[in-house]
């Protein structure tokens, strides 16, 4: 199988196309990415020799491109996303642009390739899309079934796409699934995130920036895991349908803050409570009963405090990839070699 990958140097993305050349050995991978701010080559840098990898430069909203490449794959992965809210509540625009036009753009695409609807498209998405649960009914979950609410302007923009993706399916008998992840951890991640940014500015000897109570809630979910559980819907998922994947690993940001400060060996002094995030969503949590029951995925390298452990100790090992994206110097050197968007 060929697979045509968007997003493929971010950081979910370069998890994807690793785990698949690891488990797949009869699998070809085509990355199309853009490189904004957060896609980088060189988290791929050990497999780009690989034979079975192919990267591409170009935006999911150049519709003549989008539809050469869909001629040449079997199945689409669609990972390229605006994906910060911080960054969102800055300037919402580049994530309408990506998120519901790039989205929109690729499904065209895919409809000029494959007028017969042969091709699988996953459009992989966000828990966000639901809004968010209250802190004091911890019985509430996120499902197949929880009608969409997002509160945010990343949010509301990956609830857009899912709509596309889903009147696509709907219209035009495409064979389009939706995924809904929780949040992800794992090595590659940008340090804007919480881990990979509270992670780094502690070895770096700054504190750590923790917004409002730290009393909101998210759902950790290993990045591998999810990648298995996107690979797991290519293969297996039924056209159509929307599965919830997460890591049934609830925490409040206190709660990570401390065993992250546990783990480099850092006391509750390296804490700055800062001003609240405009809208915070107070809790996310995923329900994955459906992908476990129809397709077999449940999470098997999530839990804590061994993902976790995991996860910092890649940041701690690997300084010269996190220095780089946080000084910017690799922005420079691709810009050098691709331009920027
Ligand atoms: P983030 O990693 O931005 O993911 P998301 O907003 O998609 O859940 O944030 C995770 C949680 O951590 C969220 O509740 C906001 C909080 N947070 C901080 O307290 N400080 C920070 O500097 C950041 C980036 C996030």
């Not at 969102?88 to 494959?114: K, M």
């Not at 004091?136 to 923009?157: G, H, I, Q, V």
């Not at 009147?167 to 992800?184: D, E, K, L, R, W």
Request: a negative charge; proline letters at 6%; hydrophobic letters at 35%.
């Amino acid at each position: 199988m060929n697979i045509l990958l968007t997003g493929g140097s971010g950081f979910i993305g370069s998890n994807f196309v690793r785990l698949v050349l690891r488990e797949r050995p009869d699998y070809r991978v085509t990355n199309l990415d853009c490189l904004t701010y957060s896609g980088n080559p060189e988290n791929l840098a050990d497999i780009e020799d690989d034979d079975r990898y192919t990267f591409v430069h170009g935006n999911i909203c150049d519709l003549e491109l989008c539809t050469k490449l869909m001629h040449d794959c079997d199945a689409v992965v669609h990972m390229a996303a605006e994906s910060h809210v911080d960054r969102s509540i800055i300037d919402a625009r580049p994530f309408v642009e990506s998120n519901v036009l790039g989205t929109q753009t690729l499904l065209d695409a895919l409809r000029r390739a494959d007028p017969g609807g042969t091709k699988r498209f996953v459009h992989v998405s966000t828990d966000e899309v639901f809004g968010d649960l209250p802190l004091d009914k911890p019985e509430e979950l996120f499902s197949e079934t929880t009608p969409y609410a997002p509160s945010s302007p990343y949010s509301a923009s990956k609830a857009g796409s899912d709509m596309v993706a889903r009147a696509y399916a709907h219209t035009f008998g495409m064979p389009v699934m939706i995924t809904n992840c929780s949040n992800n951890h794992g090595p590659y991640q940008f340090p804007e995130k919480v881990i990979p940014l509270f992670v780094t500015n502690l070895i770096e000897g700054k504190k750590v920036p923790l917004y409002g109570d730290g009393k909101n809630v998210r759902d950790w979910l290993h990045v591998e895991d999810h990648c298995e559980a996107v690979l797991t819907v290519l293969e297996k998922g039924t056209p159509g349908e929307q599965y919830c994947i997460g890591g049934n690993n609830e925490r409040s940001n206190l709660e990570l803050t401390h065993a992250i400060l546990e783990l480099m060996g850092k006391g509750e002094d390296m804490i700055e409570p800062v001003t609240d995030r405009l809208g915070h969503d107070r809790r996310y949590a995923i329900d994955a009963t459906k992908i476990k029951r129809d397709l077999g995925w449940e999470p098997t390298r999530s839990a804590w405090p061994q993902a976790l452990e995991h996860t910092v100790k890649w940041y701690v090992d690997h300084p010269r990839w996190w220095q780089n994206v946080k000084s910017g110097a690799y922005r420079e050197y691709y810009a050098k070699q691709y331009g920027t968007r």
